[in-house]
T-cell receptor, first 116, second 109 residues
């Protein structure tokens, strides 16, 4: 069973508000990811991290920012939410793949954001 | 990033085997091949992975071509619960994991 948690699961918020989506994992994984997905559409990588103090932008440009101050925690922040940010945000973590580790991605249950 | 090509959609009858193909012709020698699936209204879940040899687990089998430029995910006996989008991707140790469009699998009762 995956030990990766996202809060909130659902958030409805007005334009211009600052929001933070939380993601925590208790598996000690070094790699963590944020994906964005609209209903029926592809998963797009927006941020990833290989460990503490490591953050990189993904393939889809995003106005959000992330931080990785602790191994287990990878929050995503939107300074000023807009309706175009309405989407589902999925957090994931993995080990580095190798002879022993599969590198399997474990996903949280997602945070569905609606910006009015 | 290594690119993958998968059919947009496939159909299969319930209780029959399903072979889902994936081309990853730009794969590097040390890339693993991962498969995930996403059930409706859920996040993706890991299915199987391999490096060079064919692999079996409780969910599926993975057949990897000798040149590693393609692989096939095999569901031995499809059920309605296997209806999902299936993604394959090469996974490099020190690189990010990118999902493509995947194959939407429809199971007919």
């Amino acid at each position: 069973e995956a030990d990766i948690y996202q809060t909130p699961r659902y958030l409805v918020i007005g334009t211009g508000k600052k929001i933070t989506l939380e993601c925590s994992q208790t598996m000690g994984h070094d790699k963590m990811y944020w994906y964005q997905q609209d209903p029926g559409m592809e998963l797009h990588l927006i941020h990833y991290s290989y460990g503490v103090n490591s953050t990189e932008k993904g393939d889809l440009s995003s106005e959000s920012t992330v931080s990785r101050i602790r191994t287990e925690h990878f929050p995503l922040t939107l300074e000023s939410a807009r309706p175009s940010h309405t989407s589902q945000y999925l957090c994931a973590s993995s080990e580095f793949p190798g002879r022993v580790n599969t590198g399997e991605l474990f996903f949280g249950e997602g945070s569905r954001l609606t910006v009015l | 990033d290594a690119k993958t090509t998968q059919p947009n959609s496939m159909e299969s009858n319930e209780e029959e085997p399903v072979h889902l193909p994936c081309n990853h012709s730009t794969i590097s020698g040390t890339d693993y091949i991962h498969w995930y699936r996403q059930l409706p209204s859920q996040g993706p879940e890991y299915v199987i992975h391999g490096l060079t040899s064919n692999v079996n687990n409780r969910m599926a089998s993975l057949a990897i071509a000798e040149d590693r430029k393609s692989s096939t995910l095999i569901l031995h006996r499809a059920t309605l619960r296997d209806a999902a989008v299936y993604y394959c991707m090469p996974v490099r140790r020190d690189d990010k994991i990118i999902f493509g469009k995947g194959t939407r699998l429809h199971i007919l009762p």
